[in-house]
C-alpha cells in the first residue's frame, strides 16, 4: 500500500524523471547506432562497449520515453479539467459536477483532494 501512495503522491515528478531518461537514453543510443566505429568519438565508444545491447536499449528507451510522455500528458489534461471545473463560482454548478471533480481530485494528488474537501466547507456541502 505504501507504494502506490508513493506513486500517487509523485506521479507529476515520476513523468517527468521517465521523460528526460527515456529521452536521453535513446539520445545517446541513437548517436551511438549511427556513430562510426573507430571514429574515437563518445559514442562509437558507446556502440563499441555496448555491442548488439544498444538495439534492446534504444527500444527500452522509446518506451520509457512514450510511457513518461503519456504519464505527463494525462496528469496535465486532468489538472486542467480539474480547475476548468473547480473555478465554477456557482455553488449550483460546482455541485453538478461534484462526482467528476471528486473523482479528478483523487486521481491527481492528495493535495487537490484537500482544495475539494476546502471548498465542500466553505458552502457547506456533504
Known sequence: MKINKFFHQYKIELSIFLTIFGAILVLFTGLGILAEEGSGSIF?????????????????GTVVLLLGVFYLFDFVSKRRQFYKLFNEESKSKFIKNMDRIEELAWRLHPKFEMMVIERKNKWKIK
Open 44 to 60: 562509437s565508444t558507446i556502440k563499441e562497449s555496448l555491442g548488439g545491447w544498444i538495439y534492446w536499449l534504444i527500444i527500452t
